[in-house]
């Protein structure tokens, strides 16, 4: 019975939670598995009932096809590099910048936060003309600084940082400055030690929004070897046949990375949303 004890009593309430959630489960589910069963399926195969995807025959032939017809590997690793190098660039200037709002005192620094946090309402298709200009301008249109230097500037993740950081207690700060430590010494080996939750799961949501972005890559670059995936799967299916079993197939390969990060990652986007709303 002592086994028992620690037990979680089973009332009503739990069963329809847990019915609920994992409704919720399979229904963002079962569009994997229709994505992943018809790109199995041959090319050109009748698919009349719905059942028919998921029955066999199955086969890698569609995958061998969009490999040998398009420069794939290309487009990967050009939205690997922006996915890492973007993210990181700017998760290092927005922990830098909350640092500087929440433990530096200088004149305006409310307006200057206030100014940031403003930065969240305004939807990134608004911007998208003046920035296209100001890299045209730059001269630096068709090149990697164009796909990733538009990317730095992230309001969301300096807020986020900062309200991290005003959790954290003052006494420690005043101790370190007490032992001789400089601000970014205190900002590189107290706070951001600290921050690894935050940093891990920002720098996911990042990787999944540079990984996923259609609009500027689209804008900036018109060279083939510098598309993205997104731009470049648009860009081959509309070369090629419009069977339905080939573009079920170039979106499962293109999903891949985005669902074992988050499989993987999923325990740190969960506790880097918590700590975030550390208060202190």
Known sequence: MKGLAGAKKLTLGNVVLHVIAYG???FFFV?????LFTSLKPPGTAMGNITDRFLPP???ENYAYIFENAPVIQWTLNSLLIAIVAPV???FMAA???FA???????YSKFAFWFVLSGLMI????TIVSLYMIVNEMGILDTYAALILPGLAGPLAVVVFKQFFDGMPGELVEAAKMDGCSLFRIWWNIFMPLSKPIVSALMIFAFLGSWNDFLWPFLAVQ??????????????MSSYTQDETLPMTVNAYASIPIIIIFVIFQKYIVKGITLSGIKG
């Open 24 to 26: 919720i489960a399979v």
């Open 31 to 35: 569009p994997l598995l229709y994505m």
């Open 58 to 60: 199955f086969s890698l």
């Open 89 to 91: 660039l700017s998760l």
């Open 96 to 98: 830098l910048a909350a």
């Open 101 to 107: 709002l929440s433990r530096i005192p200088f004149s």
């Open 123 to 126: 939807p990134g298709e608004a």
């Open 223 to 236: 060279s083939e070897e510098l598309f993205t995936l997104p731009v470049g799967i648009p860009f081959f």
